[in-house]
């Protein structure tokens, strides 16, 4: 956010956010940037060979949700900004994973959010275990 023109109140909606998500529900007190690089970080792990269990899958999920509720809260300038940093992570999460063929048997069909109906591309150690073991994958063969 070095736009010159942010006035006060933008940044200080930058600064709110976090504080504003807490008391709707969040345990912790998040800043853009530390949600940002947690996208980025889920991101770069999946790419790499996502090998943690499902539960673990799921709550590194939680920061682009978390975004997705941080956003509207933001100034228009700031959201714009942020905006801007977002969409091409979602993208590269879009590459790197697939859209399941049947989202209403994936463990978070219950929620409309897109993210959390894809699965990494590259299915590897307790994830894909327990992707199959669960019944939402079929064994390999």
């Known amino acids: 956010m070095e736009d010159q023109n942010l006035t006060r109140a933008d940044y200080q909606s ?10 709707r529900g969040w345990r912790t ?33 939680s920061c682009r949700e ?18 801007a940093i977002v969409d091409p992570l979602d993208e590269e999460f879009r590459a790197v994973t697939v859209q399941e063929d049947d989202p209403s048997r994936w463990p978070h069909s219950r929620f409309d959010r897109w993210w959390l109906k ?4 590259l299915l590897i150690g ?6 199959i073991r669960s019944g939402y994958l079929k064994p390999p063969g």
């Not at 930058?14 to 008391?23: F, N, S």
């Not at 090998?51 to 999920?61: A, F, G, P, Q, T």
């Not at 307790?126 to 992707?131: F, G, K, T, V």
């Open 14 to 23: 930058a600064l709110q956010v976090g504080e504003k998500l807490r008391e």
């Open 29 to 61: 007190v998040f800043t853009l940037p530390q949600a940002v690089d947690g996208w980025s970080a889920m991101i770069e792990s999946i790419r790499d060979g996502y090998d943690w269990d499902l539960d673990e899958y799921s709550n590194d999920l």
């Open 66 to 83: 978390w975004l997705e509720q941080a956003l509207p809260l933001l100034t228009e300038p700031v959201r714009a900004n942020w905006q």
């Open 118 to 121: 894809r699965r990494p591309k």
């Open 126 to 131: 307790e994830l894909a275990d327990d992707l």
